[in-house]
């Protein structure tokens, strides 16, 4: 029998008003509560592909998706460090959840820089009160389509007027994370005169469908598949011009940051299995002279490794958080490259501690550990697809570039 529809699971009916965050302490102290009651169905949510409708709910509802939302209009307005911090919490517990909301925040943070003060009233008022933003940003081209080569910055679906109060939408969108579960969903267009606009729909406006066709290995229940828009319409007034090409703005390295935080915490949650199994489950080789598997010398050696990776990555991650704050206050040229750089090193850390945290978890505690009914593979299948959004390859020559030639990182959403 073929796996249900995450469509077929995700009726929430009305959801309550969200509470209200009054302080960063508050924050970190909801998501380590949270965290710990999104962990115990962690692995059975990936294995079964079950969509995390309670969980979401819970989260959302806790008033951390609005904790961002500047002051001016009724918002915490919280440092982008406890931002990133409350998404390594969530993502150490279940990293499809913290990913779901990575784009809600980038877009409050687009919504900041780039909308009208009408517009922001209206759309923080409705984070405020618990709407959830989605993501209908990218397209993915068929291998055979000879427009395959154009980049992910090149975007296929169009905007168009219909009247002076109303635009239509029309294409498709893949990686749609959220999607699925959100209540706005933001739809990148390119209009008659080839600038790009952000439409923000309602989830249910006529015209555009959510198609849960995402099969990917890893990151299982963020639904980050297919939107689709056919003749979609929606007021003038929800659709906000985009950034413009080049300028300074912290878009990018807030992108870039909540992504480095969701691989530290994908890191953190493996390290965590390991210790865990090494202390309570784990057999000692027969070579190795010791009765308990957690006083294995090699095995304490490789785990003293890990330990240093997570350091230097947390480091370099909060670093980088202090950075994209200092870039968000100034919003010029020379802080936002050293905020872009400076979550550069941070995405190359939690994407290589990530990545080793995962694979060792099995070397060190051994063949049981792979049994499914500990679903420890998830952490490797959510580390090596996540870390995939922004290529480390790029990361690093954007350092080398920086470094040797002074070269300022390109303007966009992936720097």
């Not at 965050?21 to 909801?30: G, N, Q």
């Not at 100034?330 to 939690?350: G, N, Y």
Request: some cysteine; glycine content about 8%.
């Amino acid at each position: 029998m073929s796996t249900p529809s995450l469509l077929d699971r995700t009726a929430t009916g009305s959801r309550p008003v969200a509470g209200r965050v009054a302080t960063e302490a508050e924050a970190l102290e909801i998501a380590h509560r949270l965290a710990a009651q999104f962990a115990p169905g962690a692995a059975q949510r990936d294995r079964e592909r079950l969509a995390p409708v309670a969980e979401l709910d819970a989260y959302s509802n806790s008033g951390l998706w609005a904790i961002s939302v500047p002051r001016e209009h009724g918002g915490l307005q919280a440092s982008y460090l406890t931002v990133a911090r409350v998404f390594a919490i969530i993502s150490a517990a279940d990293p499809s959840i913290a990913q779901l909301a990575q784009n809600h925040f980038g877009y409050v943070n687009f919504i900041a820089l780039n909308a009208s003060a009408e517009q922001q009233r209206e759309l923080f008022g409705a984070v405020l009160s618990g709407a959830r933003i989605g993501n209908a940003l990218s397209e993915k081209r068929n291998a055979r389509d000879a427009k395959t080569r154009a980049h992910v910055g090149v975007f296929e679906t169009r905007i168009t007027a219909v009247d002076e109060a109303r635009a239509r939408v029309d294409g498709r969108k893949f990686y749609s994370t959220g999607a699925l579960y959100a209540d706005l969903v933001p739809v990148t267009a390119t209009n008659a005169e080839g600038q790009v606009e952000v439409a923000f729909f309602d989830r249910h406006t006529s015209g555009l469908e959510v198609v849960d066709d995402w099969s990917s290995f890893g990151q299982r229940t963020t639904a980050s598949g297919s939107v689709i828009l056919d003749s979609a319409v929606l007021p003038r007034s929800r659709v906000v011009v985009g950034e413009r090409p080049g300028g300074a703005s912290s878009n990018g390295p807030v992108s870039q940051l909540l992504q480095a935080a969701i691989d530290l915490g994908i890191g953190v949650g493996a390290l965590d299995d390991t210790l865990d199994y090494l202390r309570h489950r784990a057999r000692p080789w027969i070579d190795s002279g010791v009765e308990r598997a957690c006083e294995d010398p090699l095995s304490l050696a490789r785990l003293g490794r890990l330990a240093t990776q997570r350091e230097a990555a947390d480091a370099l991650f909060e670093r980088a958080a202090l950075a994209v704050d200092e870039a968000d206050r100034q919003l010029d040229d020379e802080t936002v490259d050293l905020a872009s750089v400076a979550v550069a090193k941070a995405k190359v850390a939690t994407t290589e501690f990530a990545l080793e945290a995962a694979e060792r978890l099995f070397e060190l505690s051994g063949t049981s550990s792979t049994l499914s009914e500990f679903g420890y593979d998830r952490h490797w299948r959510n580390a090596r697809v996540h870390t995939l959004h922004d290529p480390v390859r790029w990361k690093l020559h954007l350092l080398g570039n920086h470094l040797l030639n002074g070269a300022s990182p390109k303007r966009h959403a992936w720097n």
